[in-house]
Protein backbone atom coordinates (compact mmCIF):
# COMPACT_ATOMS: atom_id res chain seq x y z
CA UNK A 1 0.00 0.00 0.00
CA UNK A 2 1.32 3.35 -1.05
CA UNK A 3 1.80 6.31 1.46
CA UNK A 4 -0.49 9.28 0.49
CA UNK A 5 1.10 13.01 0.51
CA UNK A 6 0.31 14.78 3.64
CA UNK A 7 -0.62 18.16 1.83
CA UNK A 8 -3.17 15.98 -0.10
CA UNK A 9 -4.46 14.40 3.15
CA UNK A 10 -4.68 18.05 4.54
CA UNK A 11 -7.00 19.54 1.37
CA UNK A 12 -9.19 16.67 1.71
CA UNK A 13 -10.15 16.83 5.58
CA UNK A 14 -10.37 20.97 4.85
CA UNK A 15 -13.01 20.05 1.88
CA UNK A 16 -14.75 17.33 4.08
CA UNK A 17 -14.87 19.73 6.86
CA UNK A 18 -16.60 22.29 4.72
CA UNK A 19 -19.15 19.61 3.37
CA UNK A 20 -19.78 18.60 7.18
CA UNK A 21 -20.16 22.30 7.93
CA UNK A 22 -22.44 23.06 5.20
CA UNK A 23 -24.67 19.67 5.93
CA UNK A 24 -24.91 20.59 9.90
CA UNK A 25 -26.18 24.27 8.46
CA UNK A 26 -28.98 22.54 6.37
CA UNK A 27 -30.05 20.56 9.32
CA UNK A 28 -30.63 23.67 11.25
CA UNK A 29 -32.10 25.29 8.64
CA UNK A 30 -34.24 22.22 8.30
CA UNK A 31 -35.53 22.34 12.26
CA UNK A 32 -35.52 26.32 12.13
CA UNK A 33 -38.23 25.59 9.06
CA UNK A 34 -39.94 23.08 10.84
CA UNK A 35 -40.52 25.25 14.16
CA UNK A 36 -41.66 27.89 12.14
CA UNK A 37 -43.96 26.39 10.07
CA UNK A 38 -45.46 24.27 12.81
CA UNK A 39 -46.33 27.53 14.77
CA UNK A 40 -48.31 28.99 11.16
CA UNK A 41 -50.40 26.01 11.10
CA UNK A 42 -48.91 25.43 7.67
CA UNK A 43 -46.99 22.44 8.49
CA UNK A 44 -49.37 20.11 6.37
CA UNK A 45 -48.10 21.93 3.05
CA UNK A 46 -44.23 21.31 3.69
CA UNK A 47 -44.47 18.27 5.55
CA UNK A 48 -42.66 15.62 2.69
CA UNK A 49 -40.03 19.03 1.72
CA UNK A 50 -38.91 18.71 5.50
CA UNK A 51 -38.76 15.25 5.59
CA UNK A 52 -36.60 15.10 2.42
CA UNK A 53 -33.88 18.25 4.02
CA UNK A 54 -33.91 16.58 7.04
CA UNK A 55 -32.41 13.16 5.17
CA UNK A 56 -29.87 14.85 2.79
CA UNK A 57 -28.64 16.71 5.69
CA UNK A 58 -28.31 13.53 7.44
CA UNK A 59 -26.86 11.38 4.39
CA UNK A 60 -24.36 14.01 3.44
CA UNK A 61 -22.88 14.62 7.21
CA UNK A 62 -22.62 10.40 7.21
CA UNK A 63 -21.01 10.85 3.85
CA UNK A 64 -18.60 13.28 5.40
CA UNK A 65 -17.82 11.65 8.72
CA UNK A 66 -17.28 8.14 6.70
CA UNK A 67 -14.97 10.07 4.12
CA UNK A 68 -12.59 11.30 6.67
CA UNK A 69 -12.61 8.45 8.78
CA UNK A 70 -11.29 6.70 5.21
CA UNK A 71 -8.48 9.21 4.71
CA UNK A 72 -7.45 8.95 8.49
CA UNK A 73 -7.37 5.25 8.64
CA UNK A 74 -6.70 4.75 5.39
CA UNK A 75 -9.21 2.50 4.78
CA UNK A 76 -10.63 2.03 1.10
CA UNK A 77 -14.21 0.94 1.54
CA UNK A 78 -14.79 3.70 3.29
CA UNK A 79 -13.47 6.02 0.98
CA UNK A 80 -15.24 4.06 -1.45
CA UNK A 81 -18.24 4.65 0.11
CA UNK A 82 -17.91 8.48 0.49
CA UNK A 83 -16.77 8.71 -3.69
CA UNK A 84 -19.92 6.78 -4.83
CA UNK A 85 -21.98 8.66 -2.19
CA UNK A 86 -21.04 12.28 -3.29
CA UNK A 87 -21.67 11.13 -6.82
CA UNK A 88 -25.13 10.48 -6.47
CA UNK A 89 -25.04 13.73 -4.32
CA UNK A 90 -23.32 15.39 -7.46
CA UNK A 91 -25.52 14.39 -10.12
CA UNK A 92 -28.68 15.01 -7.85
CA UNK A 93 -27.36 18.59 -7.10
CA UNK A 94 -27.14 18.78 -10.95
CA UNK A 95 -30.28 17.72 -11.55
CA UNK A 96 -31.65 20.23 -9.34
CA UNK A 97 -29.81 22.92 -11.02
CA UNK A 98 -30.73 21.93 -14.79
CA UNK A 99 -34.80 21.37 -13.33
CA UNK A 100 -34.28 25.30 -11.79
CA UNK A 101 -33.04 27.08 -14.92
CA UNK A 102 -35.64 25.24 -17.63
CA UNK A 103 -38.56 26.27 -14.43
CA UNK A 104 -37.49 29.95 -14.31
CA UNK A 105 -39.76 31.26 -17.87
CA UNK A 106 -42.64 29.12 -16.05
CA UNK A 107 -41.80 30.72 -12.51
CA UNK A 108 -42.63 34.32 -14.12
CA UNK A 109 -45.85 33.01 -15.63
CA UNK A 110 -47.19 30.91 -12.82
CA UNK A 111 -46.06 34.29 -10.55
CA UNK A 112 -48.32 36.64 -13.12
CA UNK A 113 -51.18 34.24 -13.21
CA UNK A 114 -51.33 34.07 -10.01
CA UNK A 115 -51.48 37.17 -8.85
CA UNK A 116 -53.78 38.26 -11.61
CA UNK A 117 -56.24 35.91 -10.71
CA UNK A 118 -56.70 38.39 -7.68
CA UNK A 119 -58.70 40.76 -9.63
CA UNK A 120 -60.43 42.75 -8.74
CA UNK A 121 -58.54 43.88 -5.84
CA UNK A 122 -61.34 45.27 -4.20
CA UNK A 123 -63.34 42.18 -3.77
CA UNK A 124 -60.31 40.22 -1.92
CA UNK A 125 -60.39 38.97 1.67
CA UNK A 126 -58.62 40.74 4.31
CA UNK A 127 -55.93 38.88 4.84
CA UNK A 128 -54.97 39.22 0.98
CA UNK A 129 -55.97 42.99 1.17
CA UNK A 130 -52.87 43.03 4.01
CA UNK A 131 -50.49 40.85 2.26
CA UNK A 132 -51.31 42.99 -1.21
CA UNK A 133 -50.67 46.18 0.78
CA UNK A 134 -47.38 44.72 2.47
CA UNK A 135 -46.41 44.08 -0.84
CA UNK A 136 -47.09 47.58 -2.05
CA UNK A 137 -45.51 49.25 1.21
CA UNK A 138 -41.96 47.27 0.26
CA UNK A 139 -41.68 48.12 -3.13
CA UNK A 140 -43.54 51.15 -3.17
CA UNK A 141 -45.52 50.35 -5.95
CA UNK A 142 -49.89 50.14 -6.70
CA UNK A 143 -52.06 47.45 -7.98
CA UNK A 144 -51.06 44.46 -9.45
CA UNK A 145 -51.60 45.26 -13.26
CA UNK A 146 -52.84 48.59 -13.76
CA UNK A 147 -52.04 50.62 -10.97
CA UNK A 148 -54.36 52.06 -8.88
CA UNK A 149 -57.15 51.44 -10.62
CA UNK A 150 -57.27 47.49 -9.95
CA UNK A 151 -58.35 49.11 -6.34
CA UNK A 152 -61.90 50.47 -8.10
CA UNK A 153 -62.85 53.41 -5.60
CA UNK A 154 -60.83 51.35 -2.43
CA UNK A 155 -57.99 52.76 -2.80
CA UNK A 156 -55.67 51.70 0.00
CA UNK A 157 -53.18 54.64 1.61
CA UNK A 158 -49.98 52.39 0.92
CA UNK A 159 -50.89 53.12 -2.91
CA UNK A 160 -50.62 57.18 -2.43
CA UNK A 161 -47.07 57.90 -4.18
CA UNK A 162 -44.66 60.06 -2.30
CA UNK A 163 -42.06 62.30 -3.85
CA UNK A 164 -39.51 59.99 -3.45
CA UNK A 165 -40.78 56.73 -4.93
CA UNK A 166 -38.83 54.24 -5.52
CA UNK A 167 -41.35 52.11 -8.32
CA UNK A 168 -44.63 54.23 -8.81
CA UNK A 169 -46.26 51.73 -11.01
CA UNK A 170 -47.60 48.21 -10.65
CA UNK A 171 -46.25 45.48 -8.47
CA UNK A 172 -46.15 42.42 -10.61
CA UNK A 173 -42.89 43.11 -12.26
CA UNK A 174 -41.28 43.77 -9.27
CA UNK A 175 -42.68 40.41 -7.34
CA UNK A 176 -41.68 38.42 -10.79
CA UNK A 177 -38.31 40.47 -10.18
CA UNK A 178 -37.81 39.80 -6.54
CA UNK A 179 -38.79 36.18 -7.08
CA UNK A 180 -36.35 35.46 -9.86
CA UNK A 181 -33.82 36.62 -8.18
CA UNK A 182 -33.95 34.54 -5.19
CA UNK A 183 -34.32 31.53 -7.63
CA UNK A 184 -31.19 32.73 -9.20
CA UNK A 185 -29.65 33.05 -5.74
CA UNK A 186 -30.46 29.42 -4.71
CA UNK A 187 -29.38 28.11 -8.24
CA UNK A 188 -25.88 30.26 -7.79
CA UNK A 189 -25.18 28.36 -4.26
CA UNK A 190 -26.27 24.96 -5.22
CA UNK A 191 -23.77 25.10 -8.23
CA UNK A 192 -21.09 26.61 -5.61
CA UNK A 193 -21.83 23.55 -3.41
CA UNK A 194 -21.94 21.30 -6.18
CA UNK A 195 -18.38 22.34 -7.33
CA UNK A 196 -17.68 21.68 -3.67
CA UNK A 197 -18.63 18.26 -4.13
CA UNK A 198 -16.95 17.58 -7.24
CA UNK A 199 -13.55 18.84 -5.69
CA UNK A 200 -14.26 16.18 -2.53
CA UNK A 201 -14.56 13.13 -5.01
CA UNK A 202 -11.49 14.24 -7.12
CA UNK A 203 -9.74 14.10 -4.11
CA UNK A 204 -10.80 11.11 -2.94
CA UNK A 205 -10.19 9.55 -6.05
CA UNK A 206 -6.51 10.65 -5.81
CA UNK A 207 -6.18 9.30 -2.50
CA UNK A 208 -7.39 6.03 -3.55
CA UNK A 209 -5.06 5.72 -6.40
CA UNK A 210 -2.39 6.78 -4.21
CA UNK A 211 -3.28 3.88 -1.50
CA UNK A 212 -3.53 1.53 -4.22
CA UNK A 213 -0.09 2.13 -5.84
CA UNK A 214 3.23 -0.50 -4.62
CA UNK A 215 5.76 1.25 -3.31
CA UNK A 216 9.19 0.53 -5.29
CA UNK A 217 11.69 -1.69 -2.71
CA UNK A 218 15.01 -1.49 -4.21
CA UNK A 219 16.71 -5.11 -4.49
CA UNK A 220 18.93 -6.19 -2.96
CA UNK A 221 22.51 -7.36 -4.72
CA UNK A 222 24.30 -10.33 -3.36
CA UNK A 223 28.03 -10.04 -3.92
CA UNK A 224 30.18 -13.58 -4.11
CA UNK A 225 32.79 -12.31 -2.33
CA UNK A 226 30.44 -11.55 0.85
CA UNK A 227 29.13 -14.83 0.87
CA UNK A 228 32.93 -16.15 0.30
CA UNK A 229 33.92 -13.75 3.79
CA UNK A 230 36.53 -12.04 1.46
CA UNK A 231 36.91 -9.36 4.21
CA UNK A 232 40.69 -7.39 5.44
CA UNK A 233 40.92 -5.89 9.04
CA UNK A 234 42.55 -2.22 8.60
CA UNK A 235 45.25 -3.64 11.33
CA UNK A 236 46.32 -6.26 8.60
CA UNK A 237 46.61 -3.88 5.76
CA UNK A 238 49.40 -1.67 7.66
CA UNK A 239 51.15 -4.31 9.38
Given at each position: ?????V????????????????????????????????????????L??????????V???????T??????????????????????????????????????????????????????????????T??????????????????Y?????????????????????????????????????????????T???????????V?????????????????????????????????
Open positions: MGKVNCLKRSYFIVVGLIAIIAILLLGLTLFSHGHFHQEDEIEKVTTLHAMYAIAIILVLAFGAFGAYKEKKWALIVFTVGMIMTTLFMTACNIAGLVSKPHLEKGIQKTYLSLLPLANRSDSVESLMEIQGEFQCCGLDKGQDWNNHIPESCLCVEDSVNPCPCIPFIVETAVGALNAVLGILLGVLLWVLSVVLCVILCRLDRKDEIPAVVYSSEAKAGNYTTLTEEYT
